[in-house]
Nanobody
């Protein structure tokens, strides 16, 4: 099993940047594919980005493509989400998730962090 803890959530102005981290403990993180999801108030949890175990396969939601970058450092058991040009609609709780394969739906992942609040202000 693996435990996940997100950090880096903050209040940021529209157009600004923020980097989220997801630190894993327990079983080595290199065994897991991982993703970022987000959930805005009153909305369903939505896919943001996914990365394979080696980092060689990456995919993004259309809404963040070109602005967000997912990456991982298996030596540090950590995954990152660099978010640039943040928009007001980026306000959400951001979750990291780990599982056996890259995926785009929440049901594909067995392990979840507690979430990090990102608030984008005008």
């Amino acid at each position: 099993q693996v435990q996940l803890i997100e950090s880096g959530g903050a209040l940021v102005q529209a157009g600004g940047s923020l980097r989220l981290s997801c630190e894993a403990s327990g079983r080595a993180f290199r065994h897991y594919a991982a993703s970022w999801f987000r959930q805005a108030p009153g909305k369903e949890r939505e896919f943001v980005a996914t990365i394979s175990q080696s980092g060689g396969r990456i995919s993004y939601a259309d809404s963040v493509k070109g602005r967000f970058t997912i990456s991982r450092d298996n030596a540090k058991n950590t995954m990152y989400l660099q978010m640039n040009s943040l928009k007001l609609e980026g306000t959400a709780v951001y979750y990291c998730a780990a599982g056996d394969m890259v995926g785009y739906t929440a049901i594909a992942f067995d392990y979840w962090g507690q979430g990090a609040q990102v608030t984008v202000s005008s």
